[in-house]
């Protein structure tokens, strides 16, 4: 399915919670990979789906909800106000980033993180957000992507910024160790949209909350 999409338009779904949504061909490509594929069974919200049947989201529809919201509110942006300069390329970024930004979820999603793994290895240091970062290297790696992003001209300067804000960095601190990333700090702003350490106000709460409702 990967090499039927490359080059075409842009895939409509019909998302649970967001109606029809419009999908990149290359996170079409990264959908298509068994590492994605996953996600369809992890649950959102853990163990509450076996007490509540309607509690039954999972990471899937959660990170496509992701990757949908993080384009439309920086595509908002870019339409609304030119002197941000955000390119398509930073559009498309932040897509990629909503859409793996929950990879590296284990079984019971945060359950896993937060009292599995913390009763059985009380020393280990590992949160999903490492080894989403992980994942999403592994899986360009091992299903032959990189082709497809060079064709998006999505460069590995335009990975490591994925990268980067799939780890959910601290933006006040970037601007002092990365200045060569962002120069202008107008658009250091594009860390917080899929994650926002400030406030917490970030489309990935958005979906979360919307997928729960």
């Known amino acids: 399915m990967a090499e039927e999409q490359s080059g075409s338009a842009e895939t409509i779904l019909n998302d649970p919670d967001h109606g029809h949504i419009s999908i990149h061909p290359l996170c079409v490509n990264i959908m298509d990979t068994p590492e994605f594929q996953r996600l369809r069974f992890i649950k959102q919200l853990g163990p509450v789906y ?10 899937f529809e959660h990170s496509l909800g992701v990757c949908h919201l993080a384009g439309r509110l920086v595509k908002t942006l870019q339409n609304n106000q030119p002197e941000l300069e955000i390119t398509d390329a930073d559009v498309l970024c932040l897509e990629i ?8 979820h284990g079984p019971f999603s945060h359950l896993f993180q937060y009292s599995f793994l913390p009763k059985m290895w009380p020393d280990l240091k590992w949160t999903h957000e490492e080894n989403s970062v992980k994942m999403f290297d592994y899986l360009i790696t091992k299903n032959n992507l990189i082709k497809y992003f060079e064709e998006y001209h999505i460069s590995e300067r335009d990975r490591e910024f994925i990268r980067e804000i799939i780890a959910r960095p601290d933006v006040a601190s970037m601007k002092s160790t990365r200045p060569e990333k962002y120069p202008n700090e107008r658009k250091m702003f594009l860390y917080k949209i899929v994650s926002n350490k400030r406030n917490g106000i970030d489309v990935d709460k958005w979906d979360y909350l919307h997928g729960i409702v």
């Open 50 to 59: 076996f007490v509540y049947p309607g509690a039954a989201q999972n990471i």
């Open 97 to 104: 980033a909503g859409l793996c930004h929950d990879l590296g």
